[in-house]
């Protein structure tokens, strides 16, 4: 166990929906990433939250969105989903000390969209 | 492009025979390494990593790496596989003076046979 906690477990939905996603990180960890791992295109890098701001960017589609709380969770925002977008969607936390980024994985969060 | 390449992507072998996989990145500045491994329906855990000092880490479970900077690389390495070590292996590369954008490799899919 990670410490990073993920819900919900598995998610099903059909195209054009919207869905959130939440993610805790661990007791004292300040950042937050969420990738996305799919059969095709391995495990991508879509965003990173530090502190409840965004720090970066990686290939998330606009139709994406995240946010991270006051109590430092965050939930991913998938919106018009399309089948494309059917992966599994990891959350993972770290302290983020600039040079440091050992990052602890949540169990993920299996989004099928039918 | 930066990227990270990872040599295999399925490799099968038999239990007690030896594991390399072949890690490499093409970032141009200083790096900070990982070994992460996925068992079947998992989340990804951290198996070691680098960040300065001797070229060679150890990680849990008997796994190793070397460092080799003039090569751009960061091969993995176990003398005598299990088939426990059945699991998918990412390497991961962040350069130390970024907020967190990992790149992962696609991942060799590891298959231990008994």
């Known amino acids: 166990d990670s410490g990073v906690t993920q819900t919900p477990k598995h998610l099903i939905t059909a195209t054009g929906q919207r869905v959130t996603l939440r993610c805790s990180p661990r007791?004292?960890?300040?950042?937050v990433y969420w990738y996305q791992q799919s059969l095709d295109q391995g495990l991508q890098f879509l965003i990173q939250?530090?502190?409840?701001?965004?720090?970066a960017k990686g290939n998330i589609l606009e139709r994406f969105s995240a946010q991270q709380f006051p109590d430092l969770h965050s939930e991913l925002n998938l919106s018009s989903l399309e089948l494309g977008d059917s992966a599994l969607y990891f959350c993972?936390?770290?302290?983020?000390?600039?040079?440091?980024?050992?990052?602890?994985f949540g169990p993920g969060t299996r989004l099928t969209v039918l | 492009a930066q990227s990270v390449s990872q040599h295999n992507h399925h490799v099968i072998l038999s239990e007690a025979a030896s594991l390399e996989l072949g890690c490499n990145y093409s970032?141009?500045?200083?790096?900070?390494l990982f070994w992460y491994v996925q068992y079947p329906g998992q989340h990804l855990q951290l198996l070691l990593k680098?960040?300065?000092?001797?070229?060679l880490v150890k990680g849990i479970k008997g796994f190793e790496a070397e460092f080799i900077k003039s090569k751009f690389s960061f091969n993995l390495r176990k003398p005598s596989v299990q088939w426990s070590d059945t699991a998918e292996y990412f390497c991961?590369?962040?350069?130390?003076?970024?907020?967190?954008?990992?790149?992962f490799g696609a991942g060799t899919q590891v298959v231990v046979t008994p």
């Open positions: 991961a590369v962040i350069q130390t003076d970024s907020w967190g954008k990992f790149q």
């Open positions: 680098y960040f300065s000092g001797d070229p």
């Open positions: 993972a936390s770290s302290v983020a000390t600039r040079g440091l980024h050992e990052q602890f």
């Open positions: 970032y141009g500045g200083t790096v900070n």
């Open positions: 939250y530090y502190n409840g701001e965004e720090r």
């Open positions: 007791s004292g960890d300040l950042s």
